[in-house]
C-alpha cells in the first residue's frame, strides 16, 4: 500500500508531499491542472521509462519517492526483497527514483540500488497501474490469457510450461542443426585426422628443436671450429710452450723451493692446483679435438628435421614465444614447440572422438526430444482442463459485475479452444500451452459473440476492464490499482455502478481513481483536489486533501462548473448524503 509520495521537479510540481490511506483516494481537478502529471510520476517511480523532459523548466533534477508498506500475505514481494538482502522496516520500504538532465537516473529501494527493470519488477508486484489507454491491451489476445491464468491460479504452471517449452525448442534446434551439419562434421573429422598423423608421424621429442639449432650451428662451422679447437690444444698441452708444459715446470721448481723455505708452502699448493686444473682442462680438449668429426650429409638432415618442425609449428602452435624454438600455451604461458604441437594433437584426438560420437549424441537428443514432448502433451491437456473449467467460472463473474455497471444485456465469454491436433494425432502446442484464449462480448440482445476489439465504445471497454479488474481483485496479491480516468464514455447510472464497484474493491485493496464525475467521486474514501496556481510568476501543481466544506464545493463545481451556486451546492449535498457514507462490507 502506497503510504506516502514525495514528487520534487517533475513537470509542473516544484515540490508536493501527499498521504494517502486505504480504501478508495479520488484525484480530481479542473482539466489541466496536473492529475495526470501525478499519476505520471507514480508510473516513474514503479519503473517506467521516462526522459529529461520530465524535469522541470530550470532545474538539473527530478525526484520521486515513497513510502510503500508490504503486506504480510504478498509472499512474492517479500521474498524478492529477502533475495537482494533488502529489509523491510516497520512493514515498510522507501523506494526512491531520480533523473538528471543528462538524462541518467538513480534507484534505491532501503538505500539499496537497483536498476530499472528491478525496480519494475519489484513494484510489479506491489501496483497494477491502469492508464487512460491500458483498456486497449485488452485488445490483445496474449492479455487475455494471462487474465484467465491469473484467476485459474495457474500461472506458475503456465511459466513452467513455457520453460518447458523454450528447452523443447532449443533441443530441436540444436537436432535440426547437427543434421545439418553433418557435411561439415565430415570435413572436420577429416581435417583433424590428417593434422593428428602428420604429427604422430613426425615422432617429436620435447627440446628437439633447440638440440638440433645448436647442432646445425655447430656442422655449418665446422672447419673454423676445428682450426680454433687444435689451436686452443697447441697452446694448452702441445708443445715446449704450451700452458701445461710450463705450468709442470714452475711446480717443481717450486716444490724445490719449498723445501727450503717453508713460507712457499701456500704458493706451492696454489701452483699444484693450477697444474691440476690444466691438466683436467687438457684431458677434456683433447677428447672434444679427438672426437670432432664431419660426416657429409649431417647438416642437411638436421635442417630438413628443423624444417619439418617448424612447418608443424606454423601450422598447429601459437606463434607467441621468445625464440625460434619456443611457443606458448592457450593462457600465454611460454612452452617449446614441440609442446605446443603435441597439445594440437591432443586436442585434436579429443575433437575426433566427440564428432565420432554425435551421431550417437543425436539418437540420445531424439530420445530426450521424445521425451519431452510427451511431457509437455501431458502437460498441455492440464492445462487445457484448468482452463475450461476457470473460464466458465470468470465469464460467470464478469457478467454479472457487467449487468451491475449499466450493461444489463451484455453477454461476455472466456473462449478457451484448442489449437487442434497435428499429423500425429498429438495436440499443437504454443508457448503456453494448447489454447486459444479469447475474451468475446455481445453488448446487446441478439447479437453474437464478438471479438472486444469490435466494441464501438470505448465506455464499453472501460467498464469490461474494470469487471475484469474487480474479479481478479481477490486473486492475486497486488494490493494497490491505479486507475486513471476509468470513467471514460460513461455517465448517469453507469458512472454510478463505476462508483459503487470502485468503492467495493476498496475494502480489499488501496485504490487510486482519476475522475471527472462528481457520482464517482462522492464515493471516496479519502478526496484529494489537484490544482494549478501561479507563484513568482511560474505554474505549478499543487494538492491537498478535501474534507467538509472543501470537499462539498469540489463536488459542486465537479457537477455544474460552479462551486458556490445554490443549486449546485445542493445537488452535491444530495450526492453526499446519498452515496457519501461508507458502504457495508460484503462480497461482490
Not at 123 to 142: A, N, P, T, Y
Amino acid at each position: 500500500m502506497l503510504e506516502e509520495l514525495s514528487i520534487r521537479n517533475y513537470a509542473l510540481v516544484d515540490s508536493l508531499s501527499l498521504s494517502f490511506e486505504s480504501g478508495l483516494n479520488i484525484l480530481t481537478g479542473e482539466t489541466g491542472a496536473g492529475k495526470s502529471i501525478i499519476v505520471g510520476s507514480l508510473s516513474f517511480l514503479l519503473g517506467g521509462k521516462a526522459d529529461a523532459d520530465v524535469i522541470r523548466t530550470g532545474c538539473d533534477e527530478a525526484g520521486v519517492s515513497a513510502v510503500v508498506r508490504i503486506a504480510a500475505a504478498n509472499a512474492d514481494a517479500r521474498n524478492w526483497l529477502a533475495d537482494r538482502d533488502i529489509d523491510i522496516e516497520d512493514g515498510a520500504v522507501v523506494v526512491r527514483r531520480n533523473l538528471k538532465a543528462s538524462g541518467r537516473s538513480s534507484i534505491y529501494v532501503q538505500n539499496v540500488p537497483l536498476t530499472r527493470s528491478d525496480l519494475a519488477d519489484l513494484m510489479g508486484m506491489l501496483f497494477d497501474l491502469h492508464g487512460q489507454h491500458d483498456h486497449e491491451s485488452l485488445l490483445r489476445k496474449d492479455t487475455h490469457r494471462r487474465c484467465l491464468d491469473r484467476f485459474a491460479g495457474i500461472e506458475g504452471e503456465a511459466a513452467a510450461f513455457n520453460d518447458l517449452f523454450t528447452t523443447l525448442a532449443e533441443k530441436k534446434k540444436a537436432l535440426e542443426f547437427s543434421r545439418n551439419s553433418e557435411r561439415n562434421r565430415e570435413d572436420r573429422i577429416e581435417l583433424l585426422s590428417y593434422a593428428a598423423d602428420e604429427i604422430t608421424k613426425a615422432a617429436l621429442k620435447t627440446g628437439e628443436s633447440r638440440e638440433l639449432e645448436a647442432e646445425a650451428q655447430r656442422l655449418a662451422s665446422f672447419e673454423k671450429l676445428s682450426r680454433e679447437a687444435e689451436s686452443a690444444a697447441a697452446f694448452l698441452f702441445d708443445g715446449e710452450a704450451s700452458v701445461l708444459s710450463l705450468a709442470r715446470k714452475a711446480r717443481s721448481s717450486l716444490e724445490a723451493a719449498s723445501s727450503m723455505d717453508e713460507s712457499l708452502a701456500a704458493v706451492c699448493k696454489r701452483m699444484d692446483d693450477l697444474y691440476f686444473e690444466a691438466e683436467d682442462l687438457s684431458g677434456e680438449l683433447r677428447s672434444y679435438r679427438d672426437g670432432l668429426s664431419y660426416e657429409p650429409g649431417r647438416l642437411e638432415e638436421v635442417e630438413d628435421r628443423l624444417g619439418l618442425i617448424f612447418r608443424l609449428k606454423k601450422k598447429y602452435a601459437r606463434s607467441e614465444g621468445s625464440g625460434e624454438g619456443r611457443a606458448a600455451d592457450e593462457t600465454g604461458r611460454e612452452i617449446s614447440v614441440e609442446e605446443a604441437i603435441l597439445t594440437y594433437k591432443t586436442k585434436a584426438e579429443q575433437e575426433i572422438e566427440a564428432l565420432s560420437q554425435s551421431e550417437e549424441n543425436r539418437e540420445k537428443l531424439a530420445a530426450e526430444i521424445a521425451a519431452l514432448e510427451k511431457t509437455l502433451v501431458s502437460k498441455a491437456a492440464a492445462l487445457s482442463s484448468k482452463r475450461g473449467e476457470a473460464s466458465q467460472k470468470l465469464g460467470a463473474q464478469i457478467n454479472a459485475i457487467l449487468q451491475r455497471l449499466g450493461m444489463p444485456k451484455a453477454r461476455f465469454a472466456v473462449n478457451s479452444a484448442s489449437k487442434g491436433k497435428g499429423p500425429s494425432g498429438n495436440l499443437i502446442c504454443g508457448p503456453w500451452g494448447a489454447d486459444d484464449v479469447e475474451f468475446l462480448i455481445s453488448a446487446n440482445p441478439g447479437e453474437p459473440l464478438k471479438e472486444l476489439a469490435r466494441i464501438a465504445s470505448g465506455g464499453e471497454l472501460s467498464r469490461v476492464m474494470l469487471a475484469i479488474k474487480t474479479v481478479l481483485a481477490e486473486s492475486d496479491a497486488i494490493e494497490t490499482l491505479v486507475f486513471d480516468e476509468i470513467d471514460t464514455g460513461i455517465g448517469g447510472e453507469e458512472a454510478l455502478a463505476v462508483g459503487e464497484y470502485l468503492k467495493k474493491i476498496g475494502f480489499i485493496k488501496q485504490i487510486f481513481c482519476i475522475t471527472h464525475l462528481a457520482s464517482i467521486a462522492v464515493r471516496a474514501d479519502n478526496h484529494i483536489r489537484v490544482e494549478k496556481k501561479d507563484a513568482a510568476g511560474r505554474t505549478q501543481t499543487t494538492a491537498r486533501l478535501l474534507s467538509g466544506k472543501g470537499r462539498r464545493e469540489e463536488i459542486a463545481r465537479m457537477l455544474a462548473g460552479d462551486s458556490a451556486g445554490a443549486a449546485a451546492l445542493a445537488h452535491a449535498d444530495d450526492l453526499l448524503l446519498k452515496y457519501g457514507e461508507p458502504l457495508k462490507t460484503g462480497c461482490f
